[in-house]
């Protein structure tokens, strides 16, 4: 699977967007983007994915340029329950060997 | 929908025993669930994949006879730490995905292990 490189930290204004943005320049055609996010000492909770389209969902949205080598999520109004790790990992779908491979993620912090 | 349960959310054992975390799946059918361990500070690391009725695979480095997985049906995944030492305490999270239908992998809380 495609690696991700994304910043490693990152602070937002309490009611701003907050974008987060995320390189895969390896990555695949038949490979998706996916984001999670992980608050402390929870299991990582699923937020949004995509191919080449960008998606919305009601939790963010999903920006992938049209090479495909990178995307940004964007936190239409961030909370400070937003605060979290953020992961973007690139998979394939639909097969036997449907593995994700959480990187160090980027820690998001939301400021009041 | 999609909730993934672990049980249970902490536990505290002595070194030499064996302890048995359990995966499930609460209102989907899960084809597939996996293992992450996770110690402090670092990423998930996937230690298995477990199809229903099969055995599991297991990821370079981690040993089959000491991370028991079993996935005997298609709501509930089990594993055991055998014979736990204190570098076995971590933070393990399950994560569970019904193939074919949207693929998606939703985690559990993750079980928090501490080996005394």
């Known amino acids: 699977d495609a690696k991700t490189t994304q910043p490693t930290s990152m602070d937002c204004a309490e009611g701003r967007a907050a974008n987060l943005p995320c390189n895969h320049s390896?990555?695949?055609?038949?490979?998706?983007v996916y984001w999670y996010r992980q608050i402390h000492s929870q299991g990582p909770q699923y937020i949004i994915h995509?191919?080449?389209n960008n998606e919305t969902n009601e939790m963010a949205s999903l920006i992938i340029t049209e090479d495909r080598k990178s995307s940004t999520l964007i936190l239409p109004h961030a909370t400070l329950r937003d605060t979290a790790v953020y992961y973007c990992?690139?998979?394939?779908?639909?097969?036997?060997?449907?593995?994700?491979?959480f990187g160090a993620g980027t820690t998001v912090t939301v400021r009041a | 929908g999609a909730v993934v349960s672990q049980h249970p959310s902490w536990v505290i054992c002595k070194s030499g025993t064996s302890v048995k975390i359990e995966c499930r799946s609460l209102?989907?059918?899960?084809?597939?669930m996996f293992w992450y361990r996770q110690f402090p500070k670092q990423s998930l690391m996937l230690m298995a994949t477990?199809?229903?009725?099969?055995?599991?695979?297991?990821e370079q480095g981690v040993e089959k006879d000491k991370f028991l997985i079993n996935h005997a049906s298609l709501t509930l995944s089990t594993l055991t730490v055998t014979s736990a030492h204190p570098e076995d305490s971590s933070f393990y999270i399950c994560?569970?995905?019904?193939?074919?239908?949207?693929?998606?992998?939703?985690f559990g809380p993750g079980t928090r292990l501490t080996v005394l």
């Open positions: 477990s199809n229903e009725g099969s055995k599991a695979t297991y």
């Open positions: 390896t990555i695949s055609g038949n490979e998706y």
């Open positions: 209102d989907f059918q899960a084809t597939t």
């Open positions: 995509g191919l080449k």
């Open positions: 990992i690139v998979a394939r779908r639909r097969s036997n060997d449907y593995k994700l491979s």
């Open positions: 994560s569970a995905s019904q193939q074919g239908v949207n693929n998606e992998q939703f």
